[in-house]
């Protein structure tokens, strides 16, 4: 079974600019998960989609939104980027049923805002 | 709201030696805990998880936790190190569907 893929692995940006992240689940996979990883702040949790619906959300800003495709594949949009954006951004799937169910990470996209 | 602290950024053991890294948890209710491992440029892998069944947790290249509620603790260990374990290692809860708290991480470095 393929793992989960992220599209970008790096990009560059400026600051203003806005930029969309890609990710595509374990297959079978329905839930999705983001986070963002800094040297300052660690691991934080972006947000969660699951059915096409947002389940959970993180302390992150408007600026930072996502939405998933009925195949269960997720984009994370980030508006208006400033220099603290610079981060690795991690996307993690796993299947439904029961009150947890084991994670897996994608590599990340390492985004570098300048 | 639930926290974890890792008790020490970097740890450093010899080849062969006992490998513990630290974790504490903070939760209202029974976490679900977790242990995962980077290396770098690559996203983390699950190590082993705590789900209320059995305190002592068994999980992959063998590293095992022990869930001591007493001590609201989840430390990882592994009886002898090797050079292949060198990475940054992350605990984190979770209680509520699938948002995982993570701690700061511990860098493991192995020496020769």
């Known amino acids: 079974k393929a793992g989960v893929t992220q599209t970008p692995r790096y990009l560059i940006k400026t600051r203003g600019q806005q930029v969309t992240l890609s990710c595509s689940p374990i297959?079978?996979?329905?839930?999705v998960s983001w986070y963002q990883q800094t040297p300052g702040q660690g691991l934080q949790f972006l947000f969660e989609y699951f059915s096409e619906t947002q389940r959970n959300k993180g302390n992150f800003p408007g600026r930072f939104s996502g939405r998933q495709f009925s195949n269960s594949r997720s984009e994370m949009n980030v508006s208006t980027l400033e220099l603290g954006d610079s981060a690795l951004y991690l996307c993690a799937s796993s299947s439904p049923g029961g009150d947890y169910n084991e994670q897996f990470f994608g590599p990340g996209t390492r985004l570098t805002v300048l | 709201a639930q926290s974890v602290t890792q008790l020490g950024s970097h740890v450093s053991v010899s080849e062969g030696a006992l490998v513990l890294l630290r974790c504490n948890y903070s939760s209202s209710v029974p976490p679900y805990l977790f242990w995962y491992v980077q290396y770098p440029n690559q996203g983390l892998q699950l190590l082993l998880k705590?789900?209320?069944?059995?305190?002592l947790v068994k999980g992959i290249n063998g590293f095992e936790a022990e869930f001591k509620k007493s001590e609201t603790s989840f430390h990882l260990t592994k009886p002898s190190a090797h050079m292949s374990d060198a990475a940054e290692y992350f605990c984190a809860v979770s209680v509520r569907g699938n948002k995982l708290v993570f701690g700061a991480g511990t860098i493991l470095r192995v020496k020769s």
């Open positions: 705590y789900t209320s069944a059995a305190t």
């Open positions: 297959s079978g996979h329905r839930s």
